[in-house]
């Protein structure tokens, strides 16, 4: 069927004892004609409807377009070269709904019918207004009333974000393409730290329902299928009753892993129409690494553990608040570097039980700090890293003895350890300050105060 798209008259007759047109949801007699007749899905905002009285018991309907013209064409609404707009659909499409107060005791077909043109169109009481009198459609395809399901499977809207809307860290991402509801593939370039994300995904048809296929986890590790660890060989799972217009937190794969895909499954009202949406999110990222020791530690069953923290800072930030200058060429002195440091937002990881450390950042510049309590810092300035690339660090032995963090092991050592000296587990004094038992012995002494007369005056390093 096709209706070319200079608009259309539709003609009917009703018995007004009988019938009446009603409100579409509550059945109540009216006659504004927004009340009794509402158009259908994609029709809704490219269609008008108006009615005029034309005689007794008789209305006529005019259904007209209604600009502006959309730049993504619906399902049946098309334009053609050298006519126009037209309805063009290989079955019969409802376009709306009309609703009518039926207060008879029975129901004769009679009492409604649509009215026949003898001059235009009288086989069907359909005009359509080209100037072409045969072109007009049989008389059942135009319905008045219709059980049929929807099979509008589209989406309206799609948004990813983070955070709670209205809160100071919400944000929404920027899909690639911009969505439309006739696109189904996007993907985005994620380039923040984070661990989940919010789909929201918003049916066209308020009868659809939607399904959500994200990366399947145990445990927090990705599942894959087989031997690989490609994106084609993780398994997924099927996230029920996902409710349109509302957000649904999806767990991203992590950096270092392969991006993350959603299918987003719309099923239309009959059931059997589907629409598939497919979101890809890629996390560029690089990689730093390396490994550290520091003696003296515990040992359990022969193995040394060497644990540490590895704090990684975004260069720019930590330009605002420190001048590396005034660091970089030690005075002897005592400073205030490893506070400020600890003040500022990083991204923190702590080493492996062997001191190896493999982390995943997004490119960028970084300043990088080993830190281990009562040892010298190890601090890595101005390391800019784009995608794939991998810092290596190397093996690092961090030096024990900075008690109070000042960047050296000095005299303000020394009193630190002598306050303490002999404390011994499980006595107070020595849980509050077990950091200062570098040997693992339980007790605070004779160790680590020669400890600290052979690192005397060591100062902390910091490799630009």
């Not at 359909?126 to 100037?131: E, S, V, Y």
Request: aromatic share 12%.
């Amino acid at each position: 069927m096709i209706l070319y798209f200079n608009g259309f008259d539709v003609r009917f007759t009703y018995d007004s004892e009988n019938i009446q047109p009603s409100k579409l949801d509550t059945n109540e007699v009216t006659d504004e004609s927004n009340e009794y007749f509402e158009f259908e899905n994609e029709f809704q905002n490219y269609l008008e409807f108006l009615t005029i009285d034309d005689g007794e018991n008789t209305v006529r309907a005019i259904i007209s377009y209604s600009p502006p013209y959309p730049e993504n064409y619906t399902d049946h609404l098309k334009y053609q070269d050298d006519i126009g707009y037209v309805i063009d659909t290989t079955k019969d499409v409802l376009l709306g709904k009309m609703s009518f107060n039926m207060t008879g005791e029975t129901f004769d077909p009679e009492w409604f019918k649509l009215k026949k043109d003898e001059i235009s169109s009288p086989q069907t009481g359909i005009k359509i207004n080209i100037g072409n009198n045969k072109n007009y459609q049989e008389q059942s395809t135009f319905r008045f009333t219709d059980q049929t399901a929807s099979k509008d499977a589209s989406l309206i809207d799609l948004k990813l974000t983070k955070g709670k809307e209205g809160e100071e860290d919400f944000t929404q991402f920027t899909l690639n393409p911009e969505f439309v509801p006739q696109t189904t593939d996007y993907e985005l370039e994620l380039l923040d730290y984070i661990d989940t994300v919010n789909v929201t995904a918003t049916v066209n048809d308020k009868n659809s329902t939607l399904k959500m296929k994200v990366p399947q986890r145990d445990n927090d590790k990705l599942i894959f299928e087989g031997e690989g660890t490609d994106i084609d060989n993780i398994k997924y799972v099927e996230l029920e009753n996902v409710e349109s217009g509302q957000p649904t937190e999806v767990t991203l794969n992590k950096l270092g892993e392969p991006d993350t895909k959603i299918t987003i499954i719309v099923t239309a009202e009959d059931g059997i129409t589907t629409m598939e949406y497919n979101l890809v999110i890629h996390r560029p990222y690089a990689k730093i690494k390396g490994s550290i020791i520091t003696p003296p530690t515990t040992k359990t069953e022969g193995d040394s553990i060497y644990k540490a923290n590895i704090k990684i800072y975004d260069a720019s930030v930590v330009s605002n608040a420190i001048d590396w200058n005034e660091y970089l060429d030690f005075n002897g002195e005592g400073d205030d570097l490893h506070s400020l440091l600890t003040e500022l937002n990083c991204l923190e990881n702590e080493t492996n039980d062997d001191g190896t450390y493999e982390i995943y950042v997004i490119p960028g510049t970084y300043d990088i700090m080993i830190d281990k309590a009562a040892y010298l810092d190890c601090i890595y300035i101005s390391n800019t890293l784009l995608e794939y690339d991998e810092l290596d660090l190397g093996s690092k032995m961090l030096i024990v003895g900075d008690l109070n963090k000042d960047g050296i092991v000095s005299v303000s050592d020394y009193s630190i350890i002598y306050n303490i000296y002999d404390a011994s587990y499980p006595d107070e004094k020595y849980i509050k300050n077990q950091d200062y038992d570098f040997d693992g012995d339980s007790v605070i002494g004779v160790s680590e105060a020669s400890y600290i007369y052979n690192n005397y005056l060591r100062i902390r390093e910091i490799i630009d």
